[in-house]
Nanobody
Framework: QVQLVESGGGLVQAGGSLRLSCAAS????????MGWFRQAPGKEREFVTA????????YYADSVKGRFTISRDNAKNTVYLQMNSLKPEDTAVYYC??????????WGQGTQVTVSS
């Protein structure tokens, strides 16, 4: 079992930045693909970004390309999401997920990000 704990959410003005963190409870984290998803009120959960176990490959939704950056530190069992140039439409609960080869078997509890206009 892998437990994931997100942090770093909050309220920010449009154009601002936030950095989310997701800490994993086990060292097997380093062998998992890690992803960030988000869910806005009244909408389905959507993919935001993912990073391979080595950190060598990243994937981004078109809506966040050029603004968000995912990274990981396997020594710290932590994945990060740097969010710049935030927009009101980025407002959502952000979830961290982990699993082998993108099969996300483990999920965090989510952290709220609110972007005011």
């Amino acid at each position: 079992q892998v437990q994931l704990v997100e942090s770093g959410g909050g309220l920010v003005q449009a154009g601002g930045s936030l950095r989310l963190s997701c800490a994993a409870s086990r060292r097997t984290f380093s062998s998992y693909t890690m992803g960030w998803f988000r869910q806005a009120p009244g909408k389905e959960r959507e993919f935001v970004t993912a990073i391979s176990w080595s950190g060598g490959t990243t994937y981004y939704a078109d809506s966040v390309k050029g603004r968000f950056t995912i990274s990981r530190d396997n020594a710290k069992n932590t994945v990060y999401l740097q969010m710049n140039s935030l927009k009101p439409e980025d407002t959502a609960v952000y979830y961290c997920a982990a699993g082998p080869a993108g099969n996300y078997a483990y999920w965090g509890q989510g952290t709220q990000v609110t972007v005011s206009s």
